[in-house]
């Protein structure tokens, strides 16, 4: 089955039929429009605000069964169909909860997430919770990583700069770096502003390293990705 199609649940279903209603009750279209407008019109909103929409997730949620990986990939496929934002925020967040149950053959179901409707909102929890969970419990996946870090679609690459986000000492510190450097003239702000953050990230768990790199490489390196980088390692 392509991994753009829902598979067959009966927990999706039930979600699926709970989340319109529930959220929807909800709604204000007031806080919609502002949330809309800061989020550059990359689609429509509910208006939920993120405690709200927590709270209202734990209802839907409600007597459900633990989900398997068929159900968060039909659960997730389905909420990215609707329209409005919240639903993928409440995919991302199961996704994020339950990403142990996810085994690596759900990597092509995230990268279809990032593509679809790509923003930062959503690309960067799946990348530091989703795929970086998934790299980790299965490091054969770093191959796919090294392509993604070349990917055009610059949603793909910024979430391969980002999957270590959350691995402290686990880091793969050469991958790191090599990352850096190989998108370290890209043109785009995301790209730049990524650099800097993994960058910064891991300088919380070796600042000395991220200083040295950055003092080698400064000349190439964009200053926003340097200020980043040094936010948390000192000049």
């Known amino acids: 089955m392509p991994a753009t199609v829902p598979p067959p649940s ?22 919609a429009a502002g949330m809309r407008a800061y989020m550059k019109d990359i689609a429509p909103f509910l208006g939920l605000a993120s405690p709200t929409r927590r709270e ?44 142990r149950r996810l085994s690596s053959g759900f990597l092509p179901v995230a990268r279809h997430l990032i593509t679809t409707v790509p923003w930062w909102d959503t690309v960067d929890a799946l ?16 191959a796919a990583m090294d392509a993604w870090i070349d990917d055009p679609d610059l949603w793909v690459a910024r979430t391969a700069l980002l999957h270590q986000l959350r691995h402290k000492e686990a880091t793969d510190t ?27 990230e891991y300088a919380k768990t070796d600042a000395d390293a991220v200083r040295s790199f950055v003092a080698v490489h400064r000349d190439v390196l964009a200053p926003l990705s340097v200020r980043e980088a040094l936010k948390n390692a000192g000049p």
């Open 127 to 142: 990348a530091s919770h989703v795929v970086g969970g998934l790299v980790a419990a299965d490091p054969k996946l770093t």
């Open 56 to 99: 209202l997730s734990r209802e839907v949620l409600q007597g459900t069964p633990r989900p398997t990986e068929a159900d968060l990939t039909a659960v997730a496929l389905r909420c990215w169909e609707l329209p409005e934002r919240e639903y993928a925020y409440f995919a991302v967040d199961l996704l994020r909860r339950h990403v």
């Open 174 to 200: 050469e991958r790191l770096f090599a990352y850096c450097l190989r998108q370290a003239a890209h043109p785009d702000f995301f790209i730049r502003k990524a650099i800097g953050w993994s960058l910064r």
């Open 10 to 31: 009966a927990l999706a279903d039930t979600l699926l039929a709970r989340l319109p209603v529930v959220y929807g009750a909800a709604a204000d279209p007031e806080r």
